[in-house]
């Protein structure tokens, strides 16, 4: 008998865009277990397929760039095709680089705002519109835990992440009526194994970013970080809830 107290995924679809690498893939991974159905949003078609082959079961990798709508709107529609009617959204999807906001380059500031705000609101809106003439639906957002404690250099992307909590509140009332449940997972550093931190920074930005991070105590608060499992855990937990109950934000951080 099914628990009265538990939402059943099984057959359900989701969308989870960057599911095809970092901690994204092991949330694509865990919905899979619980029989979702799962479109992968990325850039690189390379590494979608390759993420799909390794995650097997009911999976379709979608080449998007969430920065553009029109692309945006077109993997929604395949997902519509290929999968069904889309019942969750994770939007997982974003891009940490560090500068100083005095010394940015325009394309700095327009990728960080374009992929971690812009990208977000471009991916609600299609789930939204699908999940209200479905009269349900379940739009979790990843942010971090920088949004209270921002990093040294890293002020844009903990300005673009507070904003996505705030768009997450005003959406929690807007889109009620409608069925649509709206969640925060606000994550500390995740430990993804195998990947290493930083990898795609300027070395010299790099250095002066640990430097300031860990003379002002930011690195010893994060941990060593979190296992991708849990947070994968935490996701599935957040969409299980029943249909009169809703996970508004969740936070979770090592230790």
């Not at 920065?67 to 891009?95: C, H, M, Q, W, Y």
């Not at 990898?199 to 640990?210: M, Q, T, V």
């Not at 010893?220 to 499992?229: F, L, Q």
């Amino acid at each position: 008998m099914a628990d009265p107290g538990v939402t059943e995924l099984r057959g359900r679809v989701a969308v989870v865009t960057g599911g095809h690498s970092g901690v994204g893939f092991y949330i694509s991974e865990a919905l899979l277990a619980e029989g979702m159905r799962v479109a992968i949003l990325g850039r690189r078609a390379d590494v979608l397929e390759q993420a799909a082959a390794h995650l097997g079961g009911d999976v379709l990798a979608i080449s998007c760039d969430i920065r553009d709508p029109d692309s945006v709107r077109g993997a929604f529609a395949r997902v519509d095709e290929g999968l069904g009617p889309v019942a969750a959204l994770v939007n997982n999807a974003a891009v940490i680089s560090i500068y100083r906001v005095a010394d940015a380059t325009d394309e700095e500031l327009h990728e960080t705002i374009e992929t971690n705000l812009l990208g977000v609101l471009y991916c609600i809106r299609e789930a939204a519109v699908r999940m209200r003439a479905a009269g349900t639906g379940h739009i979790i957002s990843i942010t971090s835990e920088a949004v209270l404690r921002p990093f040294p250099y890293l002020t844009g992307y903990s300005a673009t992440k507070a904003a996505v909590e705030s768009l997450s509140r005003g959406l929690k009332r807007e889109l009620y009526a409608e069925g649509i449940r709206i969640g925060v997972l606000r994550s500390g550093r995740v430990a993804v194994p195998g990947r290493q931190g930083g990898s795609r920074w300027d070395p010299e930005r790099a250095k002066a970013f640990f430097e300031e991070a860990y003379s002002g105590g930011f690195i010893e608060y994060e941990g060593d970080g979190i296992d991708p499992r849990a947070t994968a855990r935490s996701v599935v937990h957040m969409l299980q809830q029943p249909d009169n109950a809703s996970i508004d934000v969740l936070e979770l951080r090592d230790g």
